[in-house]
């Protein structure tokens, strides 16, 4: 078939192209009486190639039930290379304010929605790394659906594509983490307060006067050029959005699959007992989604942060999987290393093709 016409692809026939994007063309299409979203890859091996990645992540993010703000997933077919998705009907965010500028509480409703996305999409290890309002469908008033998980990169890879005004700064230059998607938010937020796209450069960011307090203290905070400045967290923001104000530079810390640990002077970090810890660390992470996050081992071993005069050193104390920091866009293992402000750390680490990916991404903060 000749995929920028319509046709069949296995048991879906494609009734018309919705969009075109840089690696893939994507077609309304129908199974009997059911609608559906068909993506089809550009004629190139990357474009398949991240097609199918983009199919893992969504099949990953779906589990073990849809979230209601995020597209379904419904199939892969390899031999099409297709990626099959639930039809969401509605205007897209950009197209339900175009004109008009949103009321705070629409467009704190709205923000409230992706973050609930975002906190199940993190809480994965995956960074969406595309919200704009291109990629949300309304199907109600005031609920966004996320779509489009085609740039969305596990924490600790390199990004592919970013959008200029809609990407924290970071993530231009190829960083993927959770606070990439929080400076994202705090853009879409502007978008619908002020009915203009952000500027380019965030240095240029001004936010509105005539708002809340409350708001523009998320505003400033969640689009902070620094991500050390931002929320350490989806829920968060959404706290914050709520009314809850979080103080900023909390000293430090160190932001893990969705917590804010306090580091004083020293800290033992492992994994629940029922899932092979030894349920005596002082944090202990539970494996979440249908991957393991932690790798298999036996029910020992921890990752120790303490403070050595003025600085915080991390220590392999026989961590399932070791230690590891990341240098430049590389990982190294480390047994004792001292932390740097903005350091990205992961216990234990998998190969994937010819990309490290981590398996419990966190970040080190010293302010």
Not at 137 to 148: A, E
């Given at each position: 078939m000749n995929r920028g016409s319509l046709g069949k692809v296995d048991?879906?026939?494609?009734?018309?192209?919705?969009?075109?994007?840089?690696?893939?063309?994507?077609?309304l299409a129908r199974r009997e009486r059911e609608l559906v979203v068909v993506k089809l890859p550009k004629d190139d091996e990357l474009s398949r190639y991240l097609l199918a990645e983009e199919a893992e992540i969504l099949e990953e993010v779906s589990k073990p039930v849809p979230h209601e703000n995020i597209v379904g997933f419904i199939e892969w077919i390899p031999?099409?290379?297709?990626?099959?998705?639930?039809?969401?009907?509605?205007?897209?965010?950009?197209?339900?304010?175009?004109?008009?500028?949103?009321?705070?509480?629409?467009?704190?409703?709205?923000a409230l929605g992706c973050l609930s996305a975002l906190e199940r999409i993190h809480s994965l290890g995956i960074a969406h790394g595309d919200i704009k309002p291109e990629n949300i469908?309304?199907?109600?008033?005031?609920?966004?659906?996320?779509?489009?998980m085609g740039v969305a990169r596990r924490f600790g890879s390199k990004s592919l594509a970013a959008t200029l005004g809609w990407s924290a700064p970071e993530f231009l230059k190829g960083e993927v983490s959770p606070e990439s998607d929080i400076y994202s938010v705090g853009a879409l937020l502007l978008f619908m307060l002020t009915g203009r796209?952000?500027?380019?450069?965030?240095?240029?960011?001004?936010?509105?006067?005539?708002?809340?307090?409350?708001?523009?203290?998320?505003?400033?905070?969640?689009?902070?050029?620094?991500p050390w400045g931002r929320f350490?967290?989806?829920?968060?923001?959404?706290?914050?959005?709520?009314?809850?104000?979080?103080?900023?530079?909390?000293?430090?810390?160190?932001?893990?699959?969705?917590k804010v640990i306090n580091l004083t002077s020293k800290i033992t970090i492992g994994r629940i007992k029922r899932q092979g810890g030894t349920g005596n660390a002082d944090v202990c992470l539970q494996e979440i989604g249908n991957r393991r996050l932690l790798p298999p081992g036996p029910p020992l071993g921890w990752v120790e942060i303490s403070k050595v005069g003025g600085?915080?050193?991390?220590?392999?104390?026989?961590?399932?999987?070791?230690?590891?920091?990341?240098?430049?866009?590389?990982?190294?293992?480390?047994?004792?290393?001292?932390?740097?402000?903005?350091?990205?750390?992961?216990?234990?680490?998998r190969v994937k093709?010819?990309?490290?990916?981590?398996?419990?991404?966190?970040?080190?903060?010293?302010r």
């Open positions: 048991k879906y026939t494609l009734i018309r192209m919705l969009r075109e994007g840089g690696f893939s063309k994507v077609f031999e099409a290379s297709a990626l099959v998705e639930e039809y969401v009907p509605g205007p897209t965010l950009r197209e339900a304010f175009s004109g008009r500028i949103a009321t705070q509480g629409d467009a704190i409703r709205v469908i309304l199907p109600k008033p005031l609920h966004p659906v996320l779509i489009d796209d952000p500027p380019e450069d965030p240095s240029s960011i001004k936010v509105p006067n005539n708002i809340s307090d409350n708001l523009k203290y998320v505003l400033e905070r969640s689009l902070n050029p620094e350490g967290s989806a829920s968060e923001m959404s706290l914050a959005l709520m009314g809850r104000k979080l103080p900023q530079g909390e000293g430090p810390r160190l932001v893990i699959q969705g600085e915080f050193w991390i220590s392999d104390m026989g961590a399932p999987g070791g230690v590891w920091i990341q240098e430049g866009m590389s990982w190294k293992r480390v047994m004792d290393y001292p932390l740097k402000h903005g350091q990205l750390i992961s216990i234990g680490l093709g010819r990309m490290a990916l981590p398996y419990v991404l966190g970040r080190f903060y010293s």
